[in-house]
């Protein structure tokens, strides 16, 4: 079914995965507000936010808030990545959620998308709720579902979110959903039982990647038990299909690092068709995932022969290097035109905090199906 234009408004935005996953569908959206604070930190004083709070407008508060952020001297890199790939107002990118008044685009947000850190609460009654995350940024994030009253949301998070605090974390965040007056959908099996884990590999990205997703769907849009997780599909790629043929010689490991990962299995893995789990410290002190290549591939390139140690691997003679940032984003479903505009090391971190783009193509594919954003 043909959609005119969703308009999306995403929380702890980063690179822009949804935005990746409607431009790859083809689908014409319009950016209402995008949330990220770079992994900056700030001290707001609790007189300065009974301050900030006397501002009813976004605009008024933003004047105050980009201050507090601008004395840290530190740049919003996750902004300058998200600025550079998609078209939004500087007045509708926020940098802390706690600030957003989701009351001003009540009504213009058809698609809500983000996760948020995952937090202990202080549950004070029996089952939590909407209350008992108040002081948290999930609390936020429920905040703004309710005051902006989207069609529907997306919420992604990591899986050890289902044992965080002995399971209360999850059962509040539950409760708390089911408070907003929206029909929330988490994936069940045969018996009825949870099983609210999607993995990367299960919708076609050779990624190890397991995480929680929860649907929502406004309850007046009439659209109760329509909604149907997708069912997982036969993987047909490798990691080896999302490599490039040259690689930069600044890539290749020297002979401590290649030592390194052919003998820490539980830090570093080599030459495996499906990648573990992309994480914000991926390359760093050689964790994570590397690419071996024999040496009949470069033994003509003098340049990588220079910098890279000449070694054996499960009995075969050969280098060993990173994966190049391009190549990680492929691996999270990224477009080869997402403008790189970030150093190495802080492209690999946004990279490893993102969404998997495929995963979010067929719960997209799913909310179309079932009618959500028909006018």
Not at 29 to 38: H, L
Not at 262 to 273: E, F, K, L, N, Y
């Amino acid at each position: 079914m043909e959609i005119n234009m969703i308009k999306l408004a995403t929380l702890f935005s980063g690179i822009g995965a949804i935005e990746q996953t409607l431009k790859k569908m083809g689908i014409k959206y319009k950016i209402i507000f995008a949330c990220d604070n770079g992994e900056r930190e700030v001290y707001i004083s609790d007189y300065d936010m009974s301050l900030i709070d006397k501002f009813k407008s976004n605009k008024e508060k933003q004047v105050l808030i980009n201050k507090y952020y601008s004395n840290l001297k530190k740049i919003n890199f996750m902004e300058k990545s998200y600025k550079a790939n998609y078209d939004i107002n500087d007045n509708n990118f926020y940098q802390d959620v706690r600030f957003l008044n989701g009351e001003e685009y009540q009504n213009r947000v058809d698609l809500l998308v983000g996760g948020s850190p995952c937090q202990s609460f202080s549950v004070n009654g029996k089952q939590g709720g909407f209350d008992d995350t108040r002081g948290t940024l999930f609390y936020e994030y429920a905040r703004i579902i309710k005051e902006t009253q989207p069609k529907c949301f997306i919420f992604e998070n990591v899986k050890g979110m289902l044992t965080h605090h002995k399971g209360k974390t999850w059962n509040t965040i539950k409760n708390t959903f089911n408070e907003l007056n929206y029909n929330i959908y988490i994936r069940t099996n045969s018996k009825g039982e949870e099983t609210p884990i999607l993995n990367a590999y299960e919708f076609g990205i050779p990624q190890n990647r397991p995480r929680i997703y929860v649907v929502g769907i406004r309850n007046d849009l009439n659209l109760k038990d329509k909604f149907i997780f997708p069912k997982p599909i036969k993987l047909c790629n490798k990691v080896s299909d999302y490599l490039d043929k040259e690689v930069d010689p600044k890539y290749y490991l020297g002979k401590k690092g290649f030592e390194f990962v052919t003998t820490h299995p539980s830090r570093a893995q080599v030459g495996c068709d499906i990648m573990r789990c992309q994480k914000a410290n991926q390359q760093f002190n050689w964790n994570g995932d590397f690419i071996f290549e024999p040496i009949a591939k470069v033994q003509r390139n003098e340049k990588i022969l220079k910098k890279a140690f000449v070694g054996e691997f499960k009995g075969e003679i050969g280098v060993i290097r990173k994966f190049t940032p391009r190549e990680c984003l492929r691996l999270m479903g990224f477009l080869d035109d997402f403008q790189i505009v970030v150093d190495d090391t802080m492209m690999y971190r946004q990279a490893g905090n993102s969404i998997v783009v495929n995963v979010l193509e067929k719960l997209m594919e799913e909310l179309m199906r079932v009618g959500v954003f028909n006018d």
